[in-house]
């Protein structure tokens, strides 16, 4: 249902460095960078870039999910993450309040958007 999305970030470069490491584990890839008169952007995806971050005032702060086909990828994003700077918003877990099989890991970027890695599998 949705094509892509973004989120302003208030420094490029340490955002760009955080979602290039936290995202890694996940198989997501910065794909395109560029500079407009509007500032520079930075997409992220597999195939196509889905999730961009361009400078702005990081005044609203927003959740993302990211797929993970498996719980070890949500444990290895929560580490990259981590490592990249990002702030512990809940370890990798179950989450049964959401359903039984969902597995997943919260961490704030650099600009405290909640960033989370979820498996939807048993495994």
């Given at each position: 249902m ?10 490029m470069?340490?955002a760009r460095?955080?979602?290039?490491r936290?995202l ?6 910065e794909?395109?960078?560029?500079d ?5 952007f930075?997409?992220y ?6 999730f ?7 005044v ?6 990211f ?6 990828k949500?444990?290895?994003?929560y580490e ?10 809940g370890?990798?877990g179950p989450?049964p309040?959401?359903h039984?099989?969902?597995?997943g890991?919260?961490?704030l ?8 890695a979820?498996?939807?599998g048993?495994?």
């Open positions: 949705i094509d892509h999305m973004g989120i302003s970030v208030t420094d470069d340490r460095a955080f979602y290039v936290a890694a584990p996940l198989g997501i890839n794909l395109m960078a560029f407009t008169e509007n500032g520079t930075a997409g995806g597999i195939s196509k870039p889905d961009w971050v361009s400078k702005g005032a990081a609203d702060k927003i959740h993302v999910a797929a993970a086909d498996s719980r070890a949500v444990d290895a994003f990259a993450a981590l490592a990249a700077g990002g702030m512990d918003n370890a990798p989450r309040i959401y039984e099989n969902y597995y890991a919260f961490v970027d650099p600009d405290g958007h909640n960033i989370e979820v498996c939807h048993p495994a």
